[in-house]
């Protein structure tokens, strides 16, 4: 595997040092010439150079990190790696987390690769700048009945375009959902995206400012009417006016303002993405653009692979109903459909809209839950907000239709390497840390691994959001027990000063029933999906270019005879388009056809297995059977909490009190949250905390929250209203005698004998949850 990687990590450097010499002398006048005198055929004319130069080595790349990734996944051995790291990581320093301005919260490791590529784009720049320059002079802007100043001014116009095409090049990495580039890198789609917004407020730019300086040198030239000039076979100005309205449409909806409180707009605009490169094509012609193919290329590959996945309606078996407004819905899912702790997933519901995907944080892990896969939902925007009151309702359906994409997430994780895990959330924030928590619980319970201790700072606004404390445990049908995982949870809730007195609504769980076109969720390409993206991407483009070798030499040559002065730059640029959306399709539609019928077969069994969906009423054998299976485990999880009310933790104190060797710190939550934290971590007053930003997405960016200004925590007196308020007790508490969940739950200001009576209350009171139906945990 370390061989395909450096072959690999060897490809990229190469093709890094492609661009740094792309703009030189040597390079233009000595190195492509050769290489066109070496590759100039009558079957790819001048497009094959620059196939060759900047498309191949990417597309080498992808299907060589297919190969690795396939193998890093059959290797099993995530967690050996992740203990080796911990003794022998000598990259801590530069992970450290920064804030900087405008950027957010990166790393020295990020912040050192936008540096260079700055310098990059620099560099290129001033040596195209000087390059032309040089050609400028009074006798040659004559020839063209211009004055020094626009002449100059037109080329520098010219260098903006050429520096935002270096800048296009990369752009669609990053939101390749299911690249096998990114994982070669340690990174995910998700957490790359905003590497994506950084390259697109540059390219926006610089093709802005390429726009201007032509239009300003064409009014003062009196060359307006240039504006409605579309060449045959050059330049063509009009294609170029439309890919810059395009752009600039998408990059005015990008911005915070729009994008948060408008985001359907922001999320349909974007879609001009296909407008724009279509007629890039045609403004600059398929040859030049043949740099920036192969990002494209395979964004176009996982797009479509996403569309065959979406088509088909998965099997939804229950959701759990909290009283916050908030879901959490259990789909089945394929055994050998495996993923690690913070994947996403895209979900839409056709009943609330066609067109809107959402994306969601996996809550469940794959190990502990090998045939569910489970998503928590808040209900903090339009689309969720409907979900909740649709399910929650009376009358609430018997069967809901839901597809999905993906799952999508890191190839492996780290979490052993760590003698503790702190993970601090704010509000829905908590959601990856469930799936972490699961994933811990398999492998100290499972496995019969050690595994770090776990602290967890939850933040929430009102008492009623405590219950998403619940969804730690699964629904049924998995290993609940974590009596060898050390756990500590740390909830604030910061609305209100003390518990609240009123009735909270009890959690329900509802069950629905299977339609016979429900599938559960598979990996579109099966589980040896990484082999099959290799090859399609090997395949697709073989295809491409033996379909587009045949396309010139029988059609385009005998018109044009490699000139390029006959058949128009259009009609090559769609005609090889259409080659590359055909060879695309074919390929992967061939490779799910290959891999459809033997999920059809992995449905037919797990729906065997499954047999009748359970009705979800509070007399259901099943459903008392799991609150039974799990009475243990909740108490587990209660004796854990501590509760604070009327006020915010003290993160910096918190932090700096955790004595481990290897402290790793994970947030997840508002912006506000995360800076701080990250913060404390890169203040470098404890060497032991490792900081790490769950990149975790909700179905709306998560508001501030509202913290209290109380400086003592109250005292928690959760526990004696329940067992005062049950119909069983005769005999009532001292309100002078409080009840604590610091360090465990245990009394304070008691005598000996009211412990004693704590207990025997305490079990009454889990005597009487496990008879009883939907109680919730906390409050």
Known sequence: MK??????MAVFVGYLFLWVITPTYVFKQKWLVRVRAHTASTYFGTQGPPMLLYTFPILLMAVAGSIYLHLKKKSNQNRDQGQKEATNDNLTIWRRPMIVKTLGIVTKIELAFFIMFIALLTWSFTEYLHLSLAKVTPQSAALYGEKIWEAKLATVGLQFG???????????????????????????????????????HIVMTLFTSHGVCYIICWIATKQTSEMLNWAKTDISVVAGEVTLVAGLVMWATTFPKIRRNMFEVFFYTHHLYIIFIVFFVFHIGISYASIMLPGFYLFMIDRFLRFLQSRGSVRLISSRILPCETLELNFS???????????????????????QWHP?????????????????????????????????????VDRLGVC????????????????????????????????????????????????????MISVFKDSSDL????????THGAPTE??????????????????????????????????????????????????WLGAIISCSFVIFLLSMGALTRFYIYPIDKNTYKVFSYASRGTLNMLLICGSIMVTCTLGFLLNKKKNAMDSKQIQNMEGATPVGTPNSLIYNTDRELESMPQQSLIQSTNVHYGERPDLKRMLFEQK????????????????????????????????????????????????????????NKFFVRHINNNQFSNRRIPKNNHFSCENGVRIVQAEEAMRTTYYFWMNKLFEEWRKSVNRPLFG
């Open 660 to 715: 481990e060797s290897s402290v790793g710190v994970l947030v997840c939550g508002p912006k506000k949250m995360r800076h701080e934290v990250a913060n404390i971590c890169s203040a470098g007053l404890a060497s032991n905390l490792h900081f790490e930003s769950i990149n975790f997405v909700i179905e709306t960016i998560l508001g501030s929250l509202v913290i209290g200004q109380t400086p003592k925590s109250k005292t």
């Open 162 to 200: 050429l520096i935002g095409n270096i800048c296009l090049a990369f752009m669609f990495y990053p939101v390749t959902r299911g690249s096998s580039l990114l994982p070669l890198f340690g990174l995910t789609s998700e957490a790359s995206v905003k590497y994506h917004i950084w390259l697109g």
């Open 333 to 355: 899912k394929s055994q050998g459909l495996n993923y690690t702790p913070t994947s996403i997933i895209f979900v839409n519901v056709p009943s609330i809209s066609k067109t």
């Open 404 to 455: 999905v994409e993906g799952p999508y997430g890191p190839i492996s994780t780290n979490f052993l390497r760590h003698d503790l895990i702190v993970m601090v959330s704010g509000g829905s924030g908590i959601t990856p840390f469930i799936s972490i928590f699961r994933e811990l619980v398999f492998t100290t319970e499972t496995l019969k691994c050690k595994a770090p201790k776990i602290l």
């Open 3 to 8: 061989m395909i990687k450096g072959f690999a």
């Open 360 to 396: 969601f944080t996996i809550t469940s892990s794959s190990n502990l839950e090998n045939e569910k896969l489970s998503i928590m939902i808040k209900g903090e925007g339009s689309w969720s907000k409907k979900l909740y009151q649709m399910l929650s309702s009376p009358n609430h």
């Open 467 to 474: 219950t998403m404390l619940e969804l730690l445990l699964p």
């Open 482 to 531: 974590f009596s060898k995982l050390e756990l500590q949870i740390e909830a604030y809730v910061t609305r209100e000063k003390q518990p609240s007195t009123n009735d909270i609504k009890q959690m329900q769980t509802i069950w629905f029933r299977p339609d016979s076109s429900d599938v559960p969720i598979t990996s579109i390409l099966g589980q040896n999906s990484w082999l």
